[in-house]
């Protein structure tokens, strides 16, 4: 006979279809919960759900799966089975997402069909009672025997262990006592322990909040600025510096600082019409005939004029092409010397092209250079002309003059930009301008018919990092004073200016001046050490006794600190320097 109580069965989840039908059959109770473990495969088949619905309406029982896997919910909502996420939940048929409520009925299996459904369980009941409240009683059970009714069975859990009773009965002695016990008991105080856990508790937040205001007062909140007020004075540095591109370090003793030299080039250019003309026509030709004429005796015939010789006609010279040699006997003239005639004619060509070389058909007179006593007769012809425009030196000359120099101090501005943004420290005295190169386009007798001549100019200019030359200056400067009360405030670098006493290609050597400023030299942290604890008359005194210092102002906050904090990280020390006086 099938109780009225629930059985609880936990599913492996290697358990198949068949043992889990098996186990459901055999379940003694009217309502089975079946406890599905997580990803069971088995429950994810639309036929296996319906053999267990099946199988549980045979047998007459009531099942509850029990899991909170939300993708078997529509499957068991489409097959009418209840289910509960725990054994304490509700259970509810869950409604199937592509079901309207209308269509969610319960899926049966054909077969043979449980009526007992009607009579004493209704899903709807169900629904809104707990899995272990659904023993299934009929209505004659519950009036005829309440007590076993799921509201009136009480879980074991929730049983109070029993209470043993003594059967010993109570004398009139022990009735007394009691009662002069009761009466005992009236007059004793019951203690207040809220009342007391209130007290406490103020108390230790008033200690707390103690703690913290005196944390506050004497360790965070106290602050002291100590102001100084300080006079500097200059010092002018006078340096004589060598710079040098060869350097590779800087040299202290020698004043020697590595230079680098910056250079730009600039060129310039103008160009003007040639002026010059050339003849590239051809030159006349011909030939003459010589007359050595010797008027000494004995009379004897001259030597060979040479070739090469020249043979001149109106100003123009022809130039002899070949030796001419005189015959040895000669005729007298007229005057009574003896002539000479040359053995054969002499070809001569004219010096230069042109028409003008042309003799005409007839005869003409020439003299022979360095011979005064030969003479000559002929002609020439062939001469053309061929004019053509050229370069002459005057040309050249003329556009040299007209170049015009670039503007120096812009050239100065591009060095010192170049040079700061290379990490130098431009010096702008050590600017120098190189010997300018000057070339020509066309060169003298070339034809053309302009010139142009350029002219490239190279600028230099040196730099220096100025880490060098602030050693060199600090240098200077300590040696002019105490380092142990004065320091440096200010080497004067930056307005640092220079003057060239020699200049060479790789070396410079310059004047350096500058002025410096110095004032009062203070150890921060040695004196934020000595000043803490101190009132303030202390720390007015312990300072003003150092060279330099004009006045100490200290400022303690908030009102109620009377000292210097004990903590140097509460101690702001701020230095502020006077007009300074001139030390040279």
């Not at 007062?217 to 500097?232: E, F, M, V, Y």
């Not at 003329?398 to 670039?406: G, I, M, Q, V, Y």
């Not at 200077?476 to 200016?497: L, M, P, V, W």
């Given at each position: 006979m099938v109780s009225e109580a629930k059985d609880v069965i936990y599913i492996d989840i290697d358990d198949e279809i068949t043992t889990i039908i098996d186990k459901l059959r055999t379940a003694d109770a009217r309502i089975v919960a079946l406890v599905l473990p997580k990803r069971a495969t088995v429950f994810q088949s639309s036929v296996n759900m319906k053999l267990l619905k099946k199988t549980a309406s045979e047998s007459k029982k009531r099942l509850v799966l029990i899991t909170s896997e939300t993708n078997l919910l529509p499957l068991a909502g489409s097959i009418g089975l209840f289910v509960a996420k725990n054994l304490q939940s509700k259970p509810e048929i869950p409604i199937s997402p592509d079901m309207t409520p209308a269509d969610n009925a319960i899926d049966t299996i054909e077969g043979p069909e449980a009526n007992d459904t009607a009579e004493d369980f209704d899903q709807h009941a169900a629904a809104e009672q707990p899995v272990g409240e659904l023993a299934g009683l009929s209505e004659e059970t519950k009036k005829a025997k309440p007590e076993l009714t799921p509201m009136a069975i009480p879980r074991a859990e929730d049983q109070d262990e029993p209470i043993e009773l003594d059967n010993t009965p109570v004398t009139d002695t022990d009735q007394k006592t009691n009662d002069t016990k009761k009466i005992n008991d009236k007059n004793l105080k019951v203690p207040n322990f809220n009342k007391?856990?209130?007290?406490?508790?103020?108390?230790?937040?008033?200690?707390?909040?103690?703690?913290?205001?005196?944390?506050?007062?004497?360790?965070?909140?106290?602050?002291?600025?100590?102001?100084?007020?300080?006079?500097?004075?200059?010092?002018?540095?006078?340096?004589?510096?060598?710079?040098?591109?060869?350097?590779?370090s800087l040299n202290q003793s020698s004043l020697t600082v590595p230079t680098h030299a910056q250079q730009v080039q600039k060129t310039t250019s103008q160009q003007i019409a040639a002026t010059g003309q050339l003849n590239n026509g051809t030159s006349a030709t011909g030939t003459v005939n010589m007359t050595a004429q010797v008027c000494s005796f004995p009379a004897h015939a001259p030597s060979s004029v040479p070739s090469g010789i020249g043979v001149s006609w109106s100003g123009l010279t022809f130039?002899?092409?070949?030796?001419?040699?005189?015959?040895?006997?000669?005729?007298?003239?007229?005057?009574?010397?003896?002539?000479?005639?040359?053995?054969?004619?002499?070809?001569?060509?004219?010096?230069?092209?042109?028409?003008?070389?042309?003799?005409?058909?007839?005869?003409?007179?020439?003299?022979?250079?360095?011979?005064?006593?030969?003479?000559?007769?002929?002609?020439?012809?062939?001469?053309?002309n061929n004019i053509v425009q050229v370069v002459t030196q005057s040309d050249?000359?003329?556009?040299?003059?007209?170049?015009?120099?670039?503007?120096?101090?812009?050239?100065?501005?591009?060095?010192?930009?170049?040079?700061s943004q290379a990490g130098y420290h431009p010096i702008p005295a050590t600017f120098s301008v190189?010997?300018?190169?000057?070339?020509?386009?066309?060169?003298?007798?070339?034809?053309?018919?302009?010139?142009?001549?350029?002219?490239?100019?190279?600028?230099?200019?040196?730099?220096?990092?100025?880490?060098?030359?602030?050693?060199?200056?600090?240098?200077?400067?300590?040696?002019?004073?105490?380092?142990?009360?004065?320091?440096?405030?200010?080497?004067?670098?930056?307005?640092?200016?220079?003057?060239?006493?020699?200049?060479?290609a790789t070396a410079d050597q310059v004047s350096l001046q500058a002025i410096g400023s110095v004032g009062l030299h203070i150890d921060v942290t040695n004196l934020k050490k000595q000043v803490a604890g101190q009132k303030t008359g202390e720390v007015d005194s312990l300072i003003s006794s150092d060279p330099g210092v004009t006045s100490v102002k200290v400022k303690l906050s908030p009102f109620w600190v009377s000292s210097v904090p004990i903590k140097t990280s509460k101690i702001t020390i701020v230095l502020q320097s006077a007009t300074h006086a001139n030390n040279t």
């Open positions: 007391f856990r209130k007290r406490l508790i103020i108390t230790v937040i008033v200690l707390i909040l103690l703690i913290v205001g005196w944390i506050l007062a004497n360790d965070i909140l106290p602050k002291a600025t100590i102001t100084i007020n300080s006079q500097t004075s200059s010092i002018n540095s006078n340096l004589t510096v060598t710079l040098s591109t060869a350097a590779n130039i002899a092409q070949q030796s001419t040699t005189f015959s040895k006997s000669g005729t007298i003239d007229s005057s009574g010397c003896v002539d000479f005639p040359a053995i054969n004619a002499t070809s001569i060509t004219a010096q230069s092209p042109g028409d003008t070389y042309n003799t005409g058909s007839t005869s003409v007179s020439f003299t022979v250079s360095g011979y005064s006593n030969i003479s000559a007769t002929g002609s020439a012809s062939g001469g053309t050249i000359n003329n556009a040299t003059s007209k170049l015009t120099a670039p503007d120096t101090s812009s050239i100065k501005t591009e060095l010192q930009n170049d040079l190189g010997t300018p190169a000057n070339t020509s386009s066309a060169n003298v007798g070339d034809q053309a018919s302009t010139v142009t001549v350029t002219q490239t100019t190279s600028y230099t200019m040196f730099g220096v990092h100025e880490s060098d030359l602030q050693v060199l200056l600090d240098s200077y400067i300590n040696s002019q004073i105490n380092t142990t009360k004065q320091s440096i405030i200010d080497d004067g670098i930056s307005q640092a200016s220079f003057s060239v006493l020699n200049q060479s």
